[in-house]
């Protein structure tokens, strides 16, 4: 089994920047993609940010230049740094891992989400 721990999210003014951190931890014999996606009320879960194995990214047009994400694999971890924030990025967001277990498999897990809020 795996489990995924996310934190720092939380009530940020416009123009505000905020880290939030996505721990994976269990059976893993290798973790091929984490990301971030987000969910706001009435609308549909959206890719935010993601980061492959191969250590390529690929961001939402609505966050290119503002929002970064990393990942350290030594810890299973992954980041993402939102700056500039913006009312539009209120939201649940939600940490994904995609990952290959030792019997081979592979399997995508989600965290149980952190509600950043921008609002002045």
């Known amino acids: 089994q795996v489990q995924l721990v996310e934190s720092g999210g939380g009530l940020v003014q416009p123009g505000g920047s905020l880290r939030l951190s996505c721990a994976a931890s269990?059976?893993?014999?290798?973790?091929?993609?984490m990301g971030w996606y987000r969910q706001a009320p009435g609308k549909q879960r959206e890719l935010v940010a993601a980061?492959?194995?191969?250590?390529?990214?690929n961001y939402a047009d609505s966050v290119k230049g503002r929002f970064t994400i990393s990942r350290d694999n030594a810890k299973n971890t992954v980041y993402l740094q939102m700056n500039s924030l913006e009312p539009e990025d209120t939201a649940v967001y939600y940490c994904?891992?995609?990952?290959?277990?030792?019997?081979?498999?592979?399997?995508?897990?989600w965290g149980q989400g952190t509600q950043v809020t921008v609002s002045s």
């Open positions: 269990g059976s893993i014999f290798r973790i091929n993609v």
């Open positions: 980061d492959t194995s191969g250590g390529s990214t």
């Open positions: 994904n891992v995609d990952l290959t277990g030792w019997d081979g498999y592979e399997y995508d897990y």
